[in-house]
């Protein structure tokens, strides 16, 4: 009796490292015809490959990669275009983990990186050299919420012959699609927004064109970046809901920062849905009306201040990630920005009291009321 036909809705979990061939023939079919069969699960896998197409849909790109942490799509993003001798261009406003991946290893790797300020993104001359290859910054910055106008950029990395690489991880496909305003790549932690519930770790990286989406998955491969199947389905499954989690994001964060700006114990807020944001109107623009779920506001800048906060919320805890359904508070002086320097620090105003919210889903008359306890 022949076993009855299995037509999954969902994709199975290929929790296997490697695939069987019949014989020398099917082998060869592996390498003559690409994406025909699978071999070994570091060179792709049915859930990886589901994710990573997923991703790629989202983003509106030619092909991706899915990788084994959001660090790990950005160093795959960077060797896209990278080799030893080259020079990197960054926006100063970064996260921590892209500007210690910069400074401590690339460096090593003879790829030199400079900063460039915030105001001065739109006029790259002074900063590009005969071997700069691209710039990186991010759709909203970590952690203050600085918000990229990516077309204007992607027509000045054009003009001075630089490719332009987003971390597109704060806004999310649902509100920026950075390839359609002219970026070459886009990446993610998809820890983050994408999968949703503070239960993965994975990366991932789409390409604009077919030739970087080869590239990228070459890297992939060789360096071994790829995500395991079961990290894969969890993310594939976190993206479902996406649309519906960001709208939620969106909406309790925008009550949260009018609580926090009228609060007389908060001496500043930086979300870009409100009105006194200096992006405000770019950020309603590029994200079609949404925010997103993330923002800072600024105690005093005394650590018993910032404990004292941190100890009495309940529906904040301090836990230095973001973007699950559940809310959590961090201190990116402590956490995310430790590795920039004092210097780099001080410029960009990652101080002691700088607090970064990163707001759920839960119902947001629970969110103001902890807040307003633990800001006593």
């Not at 080799?83 to 401590?104: E, P, R």
Request: hydrophobic share 45%.
């Amino acid at each position: 009796m022949n076993p009855p036909a299995i037509h999954p809705k969902i994709t199975p979990i290929y929790q296997t490292s490697v695939f069987k061939f019949e014989d020398l023939d099917a082998v060869q079919q592996y390498f003559d015809e690409p994406g025909s069969r699978y071999l070994y699960s570091r060179n792709g896998n049915p859930n990886s490959d589901e994710l990573a197409e997923a991703v790629s849909r989202w983003e509106g790109g030619a092909g991706a990669v899915a990788t084994g942490s959001g660090m790990a799509a950005i160093f795959a993003a960077l060797l896209t275009y990278c080799q030893a001798g080259d020079h990197v261009l960054c926006a100063a406003d970064i996260y921590g983990g892209s500007a210690a991946l910069l400074n401590l290893e690339l460096s090593r790797l003879g790829i030199a990186v400079s900063y460039v300020p915030f105001e001065e993104l739109y006029d790259l001359a002074p900063y590009v050299q005969a071997s700069t290859r691209l710039l990186l910054c991010e759709t909203m910055s970590n952690p203050l919420l600085r918000v990229v106008d990516l077309r204007r950029l992607a027509d000045e990395c054009r003009q001075r012959g630089l490719k332009l690489v987003v971390d597109n991880t704060f806004a999310t496909p649902v509100l920026t699609r950075p390839l359609a305003l002219g970026a070459d790549l886009v990446l993610h932690s998809v820890t983050k927004y994408l999968a949703g519930h503070s239960d993965v770790t994975a990366g991932a990286v789409v390409a604009r064109t077919a030739e970087d989406a080869g590239r990228l998955r070459q890297i992939g491969t060789v360096f071994g970046l790829t995500l395991s199947p079961m990290e894969s389905w969890l993310s594939v499954r976190g993206l479902k809901t996406l649309r519906l989690r960001v709208a939620a994001h969106s909406e309790n964060a925008g009550l949260v920062a009018e609580f926090l700006e009228a609060h007389p114990a908060v001496r500043a807020v930086y979300y870009p849905g409100r009105p006194t944001h200096p992006q405000h109107a770019l950020a309603a623009a590029q994200g079609g009306g949404r925010f997103g779920g993330m923002l800072s506001f600024r105690l005093p800048d005394e650590v018993a201040v910032v404990n004292a906060f941190m100890q009495r919320s309940r529906r904040f805890p301090f836990a230095p990630s973001l973007a699950g359904v559940d809310s959590s508070c961090s201190q990116p002086l402590s956490t995310s920005h430790r590795a920039l320097t004092d210097a780099q620090r001080a410029e960009l105003g990652i101080t002691v009291g700088l607090i970064r919210l990163s707001v759920g889903i839960e119902p947001v008359e629970e969110l103001l009321s902890d807040l307003a306890q633990a800001l006593k």
